[in-house]
């Protein structure tokens, strides 16, 4: 089987999955609309290896779809951080569990803060995560911190406003570094035969 034979099975793998998520009527089908486009680009860049005749190049790609994935969350944490615009002062009252994520040992709290906002008293949990031990020394219950508050939603509040952006820079790094795996490639492929 050729690699731009692989390329157009892919594709149509990503149509199917997509027309699928389109019709399927579910609550939520951003799940099946993002495995739709990752078969997709996957076919984009079989075919893009299939012109280059490149096996290092197929090897390279492999990463890629999953390095763009990566991308838009982090790029997606990034700005996040910006719908949360009003700056207020908030009474920290306690600590709540929310969880371990997975493949994690530790356990991770939320904090649950009381703050005045459109003339009501509003107590929320904090939708940033932290660990036990940092709760424990850097807040005192009773006392005032400065919070982060989503204007169009006020229960939605973060302590830390961009909670999360350093592994969105991360992951557009190390895109940027597969992205020139295959850029490169093609560039000298281009040039070469120019």
């Known amino acids: 089987m050729s690699i731009e034979f692989a390329g157009f099975l892919f594709l149509l793998l990503g149509v199917i999955l997509f027309a699928a998520a389109k019709t399927s009527g579910a609550y939520d089908s951003k799940a099946g609309y993002g495995i739709s486009a990752f078969f997709i680009v996957y076919a984009l860049l079989f075919e893009i290896a299939g012109y280059l005749d490149s096996d290092l190049m197929l090897v390279l790609i492999m990463p890629l779809p999953i390095g763009i994935g990566m991308t838009l969350f982090g790029f997606w944490l990034i700005i996040k951080g910006f719908f949360y615009s009003l700056k207020m002062e908030g009474t920290y ?66 302590v830390k406003r961009f909670s999360g952006a350093f592994g969105g820079f991360l992951a557009i790094a190390v895109f940027g570094i597969g992205l020139l795996s295959v850029i490169v490639p093609l560039l000298v492929k281009m040039l070469g035969t120019g």
Do not use: M
């Open 93 to 158: 009252i306690g600590c709540k569990y929310r969880g371990k994520p997975l493949f994690r040992r530790r356990k991770y709290y939320t904090l649950i803060f009381k703050y005045q906002a459109n003339n009501r008293t509003i107590k929320s949990c904090s939708e940033d995560i932290h660990l036990l031990h940092n709760i424990e020394t850097h807040y005192e219950p009773q006392q005032v911190y400065t919070i982060w508050v989503n204007p169009k939603n006020l229960q939605g509040f973060r």
